[in-house]
């Protein structure tokens, strides 16, 4: 079992508070995501987690058991770093062997594990080589075979995949997701990439300046963000988000935009605003354009539209719409308006919108 709980959790850096008052679990078997940008905590976050930068104040749990004054070694845990962190004058063999014979485990025990993590991560062909004779991706499975060997509660990631190439993490990021269905182990990963959070996490734990801003699967934080920070951190392009004169704020995902000309309006659309192409890129399966919206209370400013349609030129005049549904409210303190909780400050917004009077 690899339950985490971390309970008032403080941690400071001389004047500087990083985590104040942090509380967060994580369940068993669960690939949990710490996903922000650099500085946000994620990894002080782990390294608490770990035992090798213990927090400030605070309790932490891991399996029902407090672990916040017990050393790293016997936390059972096991840490997979950026770099790696294997020696590069053992083999791929006495790299996965090292810590089995510093816990004096017996030889044919020893040698059955080996085999049997070399075989998992594919490397039992290239036991005999040396670090140097190996590719990226090789040896970041050695350094997962080395986290694996040990059978650990939990593995904790910091950045693993960020010193490979695109395609290679692509492929790495599916081996990570298959490992980890077929270990059912408690996998803590760090990353600042929201494509990896959102390709393998069972949760996202997404960081703002030490504080957790959502916890939640990747297709809640995506279609249901709790605020403006989660909302537009999370997808590519970012969330639109624009002022409404109630001083709250209305946003709508790029590719829930439909674009029109003046002979083809869908009246459905609460959200509809003149504007004109100012770029056009055309991706393949998809357009992205950044549109410049040319009249009413959002003129001059620009939004982006994601269209599978590849129908509109640059310079082209056009109208964006968006359906009420596909409307995301934000109060003045960048939280989510829903109209399930707040029905009222809902169809204010509604009817500010639409020039109506709230």
Not at 154 to 171: C, G, Q, T
Not at 314 to 328: I, M, P
């Amino acid at each position: 079992m690899g339950e985490i709980v971390l309970k008032n959790i403080n941690k400071t850096f001389g004047n500087t508070k990083v985590l104040e008052n942090l509380n967060l679990k994580i369940n068993d078997g669960e690939f949990a995501v710490l996903v922000g940008a650099s500085g946000c905590g994620k990894t002080t976050l782990l390294r608490i987690i770990a035992g090798i930068g213990p927090a400030t104040s605070g309790e932490l749990y891991i399996d029902g058991e407090e672990v916040s004054d017990l050393a790293p070694g016997k936390r059972n845990i096991a840490m997979v770093f950026q770099n790696y962190a294997i020696y590069p004058n053992m083999t791929v063999k006495g790299n996965i062997e090292f810590g089995l014979k510093n816990n004096h485990v017996p030889k044919a025990e020893r040698e059955r594990l080996i085999a049997e993590v070399a075989e998992s991560v594919g490397l039992t062909e290239y036991l005999k080589r040396k670090p140097n004779a190996l590719s990226g991706g090789q040896r970041q499975r050695v350094a997962l075979a080395r986290a694996m060997v040990k059978n650990p509660k939990v593995f904790l990631m910091d950045e693993p995949l960020s010193n490979l190439d695109a395609k290679l993490r692509v492929a790495m990021r599916s081996e990570l997701i298959e490992l980890h269905n077929k270990l059912k182990t408690t996998f803590v990963y760090v990353t600042h990439d929201q494509v990896e959070a959102m390709s393998m996490a069972d949760t996202i734990i997404l960081m703002n300046k030490g504080v957790i801003q959502q916890q939640a699967s990747p297709e809640e934080i995506y279609d249901d963000p709790n605020n403006i920070f989660t909302a537009q951190f999370i997808g590519t392009p970012s969330m639109n988000v624009l002022p409404l004169k109630n001083d709250c704020h209305v946003g709508y995902r790029p590719e829930k935009v439909v674009l029109t000309t003046e002979e083809k309006q869908k009246p459905e659309a609460v959200y509809r605003e003149k504007a004109r192409i100012v770029t056009r890129e055309m991706l393949g399966s998809e357009t992205l354009y950044k549109v410049l919206i040319t009249s009413g209370d959002h003129q001059n400013q620009t939004v982006m539209v994601k269209s599978l349609e590849d129908a509109f030129k640059e310079e082209q005049n056009v109208w964006v719409n968006v359906t009420q549904e596909n409307l995301y409210f934000f109060d003045h303190k960048e939280l989510r308006i829903r109209e399930t909780d707040r029905a009222e400050a809902y169809a204010a917004c509604v009817k500010c919108l639409k020039g109506e009077e709230p």
